[in-house]
């Protein structure tokens, strides 16, 4: 189940804004994303459809707006898995 994420999602705050996101706010959801990313590839599931609607949004505990993956992931075959670990 995917937590309340009360500030909507990426596309909506990207269509929103006349002038695009801080570049501060823009590392800091890049990395919320690509900590996502690197949490669902460490167990073999790729997202497919990653896209600014599929980036939701919240406050963090801290304060800080923070971003988490939404979406069906996909299991990849087991082969993909097995050249994951050759390409090591």
Known sequence: MMDH?????LGTMLDASEKGLDSIL???????????LEYLHA?????RNLKPSNILL???ADGA??????G?????PPLF????????
Do not use: Y
Request: aromatic share 2%; net charge positive.
């Open 58 to 60: 919240s406050f963090s």
């Open 26 to 36: 823009a590392l800091h959801l890049s990395n919320d994303i690509l900590e996502g």
């Open 43 to 47: 167990k073999d599931i790729v997202h």
């Open 81 to 88: 898995s097995r050249l994951r670990e050759i390409m090591r």
């Open 5 to 9: 994420m009360e500030k909507g999602n």
């Open 72 to 76: 069906r992931q996909h299991t990849p």
């Open 65 to 70: 707006l923070s971003a988490k993956i939404a």
